[in-house]
């Protein structure tokens, strides 16, 4: 890399560097899916089927063909944007992209919405923990942190829905919009296009929805980066420029503020961009619990209809997505701290 540490190379350098992992992705998951038990044609057919019409589908289909041959035929269809055709019971016959790009908003609303509520409150307790070491506030912070990151998920839902949903009324239990027809669709995300259409009233029902799975997902991520902020914030008060600025009297505050906290955070960014990849292929759960019609649905589905081209495709769409948002992270590192990009 040129010492000039330029943005632009950095940035350059680091999406070429990102190809050979989403090579190796797709190669994992083309090979998985073929060696997993299971026969996506027995699925596909009725029982009794009589052997020649089960092998002309294979055919129709390209899997009686060498691995090597549908290996270069699926890197050929990825890189064309062709996901394939689903054979599955649910979409059958549908284009494996479209429905998955029906499907994509409803995640990405729903994984956004549970960034920010684990953004607020760990960034919030961790920097309450972190002023004040070792005193009962820490200590609880600390309890906090542990307890929320191992409670499963769909618990944690189930629980928030019989609390807010069954025994108050405040809630949705499950779904993504009710009562009205959904807006129309613009982004894909009903927030967005309920305001786009004028329509307050959808906005509020589209919201309603997403507080509970939000909160799940993100009150369960919310725990890791209580923790982090707090080991980053106590590093950086303990160092020699934190040491300097109360030396010449600056007030406490703000020496949190502007000197220590911002510090402490370009570590969590990485962490924060990382964790929001994993959310995203990670909602699989929450999308269950709440019947939420988003990506992990769609693979759930897809998985329990043996439906190979939609399973392949969803887990192809989320590989790119971990990738981009990898890039996109170091990104933001070289352009907050100049220093990783030499």
Same mark, same amino acid.
């Given at each position: 890399?040129?010492?000039?540490?330029?943005?632009?190379?950095?940035?350059?350098?680091?999406?070429?560097?990102?190809?050979?992992?989403?090579?190796?992705?797709?190669?994992?998951?083309?090979? *998985?899916?073929?060696?997993?038990?299971?026969?996506?044609?027995?699925?596909?057919?009725?029982? !009794?089927?009589?052997?020649?019409?089960?092998?002309?589908?294979?055919? $129709?289909?390209?899997?009686?063909?060498?691995?090597?041959?549908?290996?270069?035929?699926?890197?050929?269809?990825?890189? &064309? !944007?062709?996901?394939?055709?689903?054979? /599955?019971?649910?979409?059958?016959?549908?284009?494996?992209?479209?429905?998955?790009?029906?499907?994509?908003?409803?995640?990405?609303?729903?994984?956004? !919405?549970?960034?920010?509520?684990?953004?607020?409150?760990?960034?919030?307790?961790? %920097?309450?923990?972190?002023?004040?070491?070792?005193?009962?506030?820490?200590?609880?912070?600390?309890?906090?942190?542990?307890?929320?990151?191992? +409670?499963?998920?769909?618990?944690? /839902?189930?629980?928030?829905?019989?609390?807010?949903? *069954?025994?108050?009324?405040?809630?949705?239990?499950? /779904?993504?919009?009710? /009562? %009205? =027809?959904?807006?129309? &669709?613009?982004?894909?995300?009903?927030?967005? =296009?309920?305001?786009?259409?004028?329509?307050?009233?959808?906005?509020?029902?589209?919201?309603?929805?997403?507080?509970?799975?939000?909160?799940?997902?993100?009150? *369960?991520?919310?725990?890791?980066?209580?923790?982090? #902020?707090?080991?980053?914030?106590?590093? @950086?008060?303990?160092?020699?420029?934190?040491?300097?600025?109360?030396?010449?009297?600056?007030?406490?505050?703000?020496? +949190?503020?502007?000197?220590? %906290?911002?510090?402490?955070? +370009?570590?969590? *960014? @990485?962490?924060?961009?990382?964790?929001?990849?994993?959310?995203?292929?990670?909602?699989?759960?929450?999308?269950?619990?709440?019947?939420?019609? !988003?990506?992990?649905?769609?693979?759930? %589905?897809?998985?329990?209809?043996?439906?190979?081209?939609?399973?392949?495709?969803?887990?192809?769409?989320?590989?790119?997505?971990?990738?981009?948002? $990898?890039?996109? #992270?170091? +990104?933001?590192?070289?352009?907050?701290?100049?220093?990783?990009?030499?």
């Amino acid at each position: 890399m040129p010492k000039t540490g330029s943005l632009i190379t950095y940035a350059v350098t680091r999406l070429i560097l990102s190809l050979p992992m989403l090579f190796i992705l797709l190669t994992v998951v083309f090979f *998985v899916l073929r060696v997993i038990p299971g026969d996506p044609i027995a699925a596909l057919l009725a029982e !009794g089927t009589p052997p020649y019409i089960v092998e002309a589908v294979r055919h $129709s289909l390209g899997l009686d063909r060498p691995y090597w041959e549908q290996y270069l035929v699926y890197l050929a269809q990825i890189f &064309t !944007g062709n996901l394939g055709i689903s054979i /599955g019971q649910y979409f059958k016959g549908q284009s494996v992209l479209a429905v998955i790009l029906q499907r994509l908003p409803a995640t990405a609303e729903l994984t956004i !919405g549970a960034m920010l509520v684990a953004s607020i409150i760990g960034v919030g307790t961790g %920097l309450i923990a972190g002023v004040n070491r070792d005193k009962p506030v820490d200590l609880i912070v600390r309890l906090y942190g542990t307890i929320i990151f191992v +409670i499963p998920i769909f618990w944690l /839902g189930e629980i928030l829905q019989i609390v807010f949903a *069954v025994n108050l009324g405040l809630l949705p239990a499950q /779904g993504r919009f009710s /009562g %009205l =027809d959904p807006p129309a &669709t613009v982004t894909g995300f009903y927030t967005i =296009d309920s305001l786009l259409a004028g329509r307050i009233d959808k906005f509020f029902i589209a919201l309603q929805h997403l507080v509970l799975p939000c909160l799940t997902l993100g009150l *369960v991520l919310s725990g890791f980066f209580t923790k982090t #902020v707090r080991a980053n914030l106590l590093r @950086t008060i303990s160092s020699d420029y934190v040491e300097a600025a109360k030396a010449r009297g600056i007030p406490r505050g703000r020496i +949190i503020t502007r000197y220590a %906290l911002k510090n402490a955070l +370009i570590p969590v *960014v @990485t962490v924060l961009g990382l964790q929001f990849a994993i959310l995203f292929a990670g909602a699989v759960l929450t999308e269950r619990t709440f019947s939420w019609p !988003g990506m992990g649905s769609l693979l759930l %589905l897809s998985i329990n209809t043996a439906d190979y081209p939609m399973i392949q495709g969803t887990i192809v769409v989320y590989a790119f997505i971990i990738v981009v948002i $990898s890039v996109i #992270v170091d +990104i933001i590192n070289g352009l907050i701290d100049p220093r990783v990009r030499y």
